[in-house]
């Protein structure tokens, strides 16, 4: 089993940096692809983006691509999501979710089946 805390979220502007984290609990972190996904009011939790356990593979969906940038620190047991030139359309519920069934590709990583383990979702809001 692997516990995942969300943090970081809160209310920015349009234009606007944030990051947020996960930390992670249980089942070593360091052995686990991770992900992000996004839930807006009204529509599906949908991809964001991912990072294979040793960083070396990461995934992003086309809608955040050259804005947000994910990474990990696994001896701090947390993974990261560097958020920049938000816009309204960020806004949503963000998850953190490990323990991918598979290999890290664009198939793999958009499916929310694959994944095991969520966290409970920190809030982003992105005012105009």
């Known amino acids: 089993q692997v516990q995942l805390v969300e943090s970081g979220g809160g209310l920015v502007q349009t234009g606007d940096s944030l990051r947020l984290s996960c930390v992670a609990s249980g089942r070593p972190f360091s052995t686990s692809h991770m992900g992000w996904f996004r839930q807006a009011p009204g529509k599906e939790r949908e991809f964001v983006a991912a990072i294979s356990w040793s960083g070396s593979i990461t995934l992003y969906a086309d809608s955040v691509k050259g804005r947000f940038t994910i990474s990990r620190d696994n001896a701090k047991n947390t993974g990261y999501l560097q958020m920049s030139s938000l816009e309204p359309e960020d806004t949503a519920v963000y998850y953190c979710?490990?323990?991918?069934?598979?290999?890290?590709?664009?198939?793999?990583?958009?499916?929310?089946?694959?994944?095991?383990?969520w966290g409970q979702g920190t809030q982003v809001t992105v005012s105009s």
């Open positions: 979710a490990a323990g991918l069934h598979g290999i890290p590709t664009q198939t793999t990583v958009t499916s929310r089946d694959r994944w095991a383990y």
